[in-house]
């Protein structure tokens, strides 16, 4: 079975450009979580769908930041404009939906530098 | 609301000593817990879980009980090898969602 598919892995960039991740989850996983992980911390859920829907986005910053999951697969996340404090590891995460005690699977993630 | 608390690391062992990672929650409800470990230079895996109050989860010589009366969860294993070198985060489901919410990380350095 496939895991969690993210690109790209290492992107830099400066301040106030644009950048966008994109994930593919395990197919069936109707869940899908983006999580920030910041040097040194622990993943920072950033945003939650559930099919093409939004469950929750109530941590993410959306006067720069912005996800989509158009038809209930893949994701993309975009960062515009890209802040120092960016800096992170943007890891995508996917679940069945419907079991609220089911696993996550987690992508190796995209260790975005913003200089 | 709803948040992990775990002991700050480095911790470092010699291979073959006794491992106990301290992991505490807040939680609204009754909440799944969980330890995720991240090997270098690869993704967060679930390593255990336990859904409700007195379940014990195991994986690999680990175990974790869930504590309801000190909520607490905290990760322990008999016997660390050089190999169970990682970081290791504690997190939890949001009851009666799916919301998977992380502590900060313990990383356990293992010596031979």
């Known amino acids: 079975e496939a895991g969690v598919a993210q690109s790209p892995r290492y992107k830099i960039i400066e301040k106030r450009q644009s950048v966008a991740f994109w994930c593919n989850p395990i197919s069936g996983h109707a869940t899908l979580y983006w999580y920030q992980q910041i040097l040194g911390q622990g993943p920072k859920l950033l945003i939650q769908?559930?099919?093409?829907?939004?469950?929750?986005d109530s941590q993410l910053p959306k006067d720069r930041f912005s996800a989509e999951r158009l038809k209930g697969v893949d994701s993309t996340l975009k960062i515009q404009p890209a802040k120092l404090e960016d800096s992170a590891v943007y890891l995508c995460?996917?679940?069945?939906?419907?079991?609220?005690?089911?696993?996550?699977?987690f992508g190796q993630g995209t260790r975005l530098t913003v200089v | 609301g709803n948040s992990v608390t775990q002991m700050e690391g480095p911790v470092t062992l010699s291979e073959e000593a006794f491992l106990t990672i301290n992991c505490t929650y807040t939680a609204t409800g009754y909440p799944s817990l969980f330890w995720y470990v991240q090997y270098p230079g690869e993704g967060l895996q679930l390593l255990l879980k336990a859904t409700k109050a007195d379940d014990k989860g195991s994986n690999k010589g680990f175990e974790a009980t869930y504590r309801k009366e000190t909520t607490s969860f905290h990760l322990e294993k008999g016997s660390v090898q050089v190999s169970d070198s990682a970081v290791y985060f504690c997190a939890l489901t949001v009851y009666n969602t799916d919301k998977l919410i992380f502590g900060t990380g313990t990383r356990l350095q293992v010596f031979p």
């Open positions: 769908f559930q099919n093409n829907g939004v469950v929750d």
């Open positions: 995460a996917s679940s069945l939906v419907g079991n609220l005690n089911t696993e996550a699977f």
